[in-house]
């Protein structure tokens, strides 16, 4: 896969998922609604707002990981987050021992290691754990040696009270209520975050940013 293709993949991916929130938000915009009709379009919305949300981080995540797969590099040369990711078992290993000499054979492995071609399954970098918070985004982004941008951290909140939470609240059958204005601001929150989070990926590509 070359960096155009990354970049058209990661474009399709959420061109879907703004399509299917944009209508959304449309219904529920819509002028004289049916009172019942309107509560049910909007709670849908805020669901999807969620699942659009972890979906587009999970899938845009595990594209690039593939992407830095087959880029054929060595270990060694990559940020040191993805390289922590391919030695990770041997990590494991050492915490389990206090034994010089087997920490020294482990300190070789991974020496040894470091000179191999990269290539790791992108669940060890992306565990969304059922629950995308502001949290568990940030290490995904440092987990795929990306900068936690000062935007992620300024909308922790909305991260964590305007998607997370009230997506829970849908999800587990609560009955709470939500207008327009609520799908409006959970629909563009979710887009500013998306789109800097591709950019983001597609920037990295692009800058071969994810060498050291």
Known sequence: MDSATFIQKI????AHRKVELTTLLLMVKEQNPDASRLSCTARSAVA????HWEGFIKQGSTA????????NVAVSDLKLPLQAAYISSAFKRALDSNRSDYLGEILG??????????AISPEKCIDTESNLSSTIFRSIVKGVGLEVLPVYDTRSNFIDQRIVYARNQVVHG?????????????????????DTYADQLKDAVESQSYLR
Request: proline share 0%; with cysteine; aromatic share 12%.
């Open 64 to 71: 690039y990981i593939k992407y830095v797969n087959a880029a």
């Open 11 to 14: 474009d399709k991916d959420l």
């Open 174 to 194: 609560e009955l709470v209520r939500f207008d327009a204005d609520d799908v409006e601001d959970r629909v563009k929150g979710v887009f500013l975050l998306v």
């Open 109 to 118: 492995e991974i020496d040894r290691r470091r000179t191999e071609k990269f």
């Open 48 to 51: 999807l707002c969620y699942a």
